[in-house]
T-cell receptor
């Protein structure tokens, strides 16, 4: 299994809602990533987990809260988002500490904040 | 991390070879050069990665001169399905903390019939 899955595909939420995005991989990768991508812009790194520990946080607002319950699963908890947070949220994984650095990306969750 | 500069867009015709050059003047000794392809509403897909000289795989070649301040992605005989955005990234070698990757602005390639 060489794919990263993300659920849901689409999400619409109000500014007072709490929702979560889910990402899963079964490739044995030990590094997992969250990116945010606005239309016609490159992906922007948000968080990196390595061996289930948060290793990189790119100064992301606290209304985004990542969680890595196990080596295959990565969540992004959302609370009190703003309309400007509407974007495509991408999850990726990679072998950590070895290999040539290829990241495998999921298809993304299209988030709309009303 | 080294900043990358790529052309904003390129046009080509089916069957032609396409070369996309990326500038990375401040590349560090440990940095690898990686290229990704992205179609609309999909996640990026790894194309190729290299450190120096030339790397070739089944879909592309990557040419890196000796000074490593630029790199060229070469796509042989493109087809309509190669219409996508191509990103050049320069980043650290793998480390226990994962990769801190910064995507450049990307090059929008449009392949015409």
């Amino acid at each position: 299994d060489t794919e990263v899955t993300q659920t849901p595909k689409h999400l619409v939420m109000g500014m007072t809602n709490k929702k979560s995005l889910k990402c899963e991989q079964h490739m044995g990768h030990r590094a997992m990533y969250w990116y945010k991508q606005k239309a016609k812009k490159p992906p922007e790194l948000m968080f990196v987990y390595s061996y289930e520990k948060l290793s990189i946080n790119e100064s992301v607002p606290s209304r985004f809260s990542p969680e890595c319950p196990n080596s295959s699963l990565l969540n992004l908890h959302l609370h009190a988002l703003q309309p400007e947070d509407s974007a495509l949220y991408l999850c990726a994984s990679s072998q950590d500490g070895a290999g040539a650095g290829e990241q495998f990306f999921g298809p993304g969750t299209r988030l709309t904040v009303l | 991390l080294a900043k990358t500069t790529q052309p904003i867009s390129m046009d080509s015709y089916e069957g032609q070879e396409v070369n996309i050059t990326c500038s990375h003047n401040n590349i560090a000794t440990n940095d690898y050069i990686t290229w990704y392809q992205q179609f609309p509403s999909q996640g990026p897909r790894f194309i190729i990665q290299g450190y120096k000289t030339k790397v070739t795989n089944e879909v592309a070649s990557l040419f890196i001169p000796a000074d490593r301040k630029s790199s060229t992605l070469s796509l042989p005989r493109v087809s309509l399905s190669d219409t996508a955005v191509y990103y050049c990234l320069v980043g650290d070698i793998p480390s226990p903390g994962g990769f801190k990757t910064i995507f450049g602005a990307g090059t929008r390639l449009f392949v015409k019939a």
